[in-house]
């Protein structure tokens, strides 16, 4: 890597081609800069050539390396990187009902693993670390299920550019509005299409390689599907979510703050 591009070995070198243009993201440890931790700095850039042989492309930077943006909460690629479910529960289960909808309209994507369930519960994730100190006592209490308050939540949000009808666009690429970084996930995957008079979500896949699935069951391109709440959705094999519309979502952080019957 140099001031002005880099070579950058990728298994997905056969999709790209020269004069794409790319968002190149880059993480310096702190023996490069003298910081206390890991650094990542994001910033446009165009490939030069396709090298078949070592696997790779050359990319020209489209601007300074000094010029490139911080990235304040760096995206590790394979995870899915937004605020678990731990932080909803301890900062807005007190919300009123209306309140939280009107705040949160579209609606949530709660991170799923291959765990195996119980039947009574639609999903349960495998808990690292609980810092809060209030969800830390209601779970000494019983009330709250431990393995679901790691889970990542997504919400659904035009993030990149306002479109009508709203499109949330969903993909590897750093130009989507939800991005999962998956090498299984396309660079553009799909689209959740908002309705604007409140009817929820309708998913879309735009072609994606491979594939979209809506509880089990691959999707066909280009085609409507209405989302409705527990749905499961599969982008691809690997990166797996749970829909929920923002009043259930809301119910839902309420039941896990009281005590069960």
């Not at 440890?29 to 492309?57: K, S």
Request: charged letters at 25%; aromatic letters at 10%; hydrophobic letters at 35%.
């Amino acid at each position: 890597m140099s001031q002005g591009g880099a070579f950058i070995k990728t298994k997905d070198w056969h999709s790209l081609k020269p004069n794409d243009k790319t968002t190149i993201t880059v993480f310096l440890p702190p023996l490069f800069t003298g910081q206390d931790g890991t650094i990542g700095l994001q910033g446009p850039a165009v490939i030069n050539r396709v090298d078949e042989e070592n696997e790779g492309v050359a990319v020209e930077f489209l601007q300074n390396f000094k010029q490139f943006e911080r990235i304040e909460e760096m995206e590790i690629p394979g995870k899915i990187r937004y605020e678990n479910l731990a932080h909803y529960l301890s900062s807005f289960a007190s919300l009123p009902s209306k309140t939280f909808a009107e705040n949160y309209p579209d609606g949530f994507l709660v991170e799923k693993t291959q765990k195996s369930l119980d039947k009574d519960v639609i999903f349960q994730f495998s808990t690292k670390s609980i810092e809060d100190p209030d969800v830390l006592e209601a779970q000494k209490k019983g009330m709250v299920l431990g393995d679901v308050l790691e889970a990542r939540v997504i919400e659904i949000k035009e993030r990149k550019e306002t479109t009508s009808p709203p499109h949330v666009t969903i993909g590897r690429a750093a130009q989507n509005d939800i991005i999962l970084y998956n090498k299984m996930v396309s660079k553009t995957h799909a689209y959740l299409e908002i309705s604007e008079t409140g009817e929820g979500s309708c998913l879309v896949d735009v072609g994606s390689k491979n594939g979209t699935f809506l509880n089990g069951s691959e999707i066909l391109s280009n085609q409507s599907y209405q989302l409705k709440d527990g749905d499961e959705i599969s982008f691809g094999p690997e990166t797996t979510v749970v829909y929920f519309s923002s009043r259930t979502f809301h119910e839902f952080l309420n039941q896990l703050k009281t005590p069960s019957a």
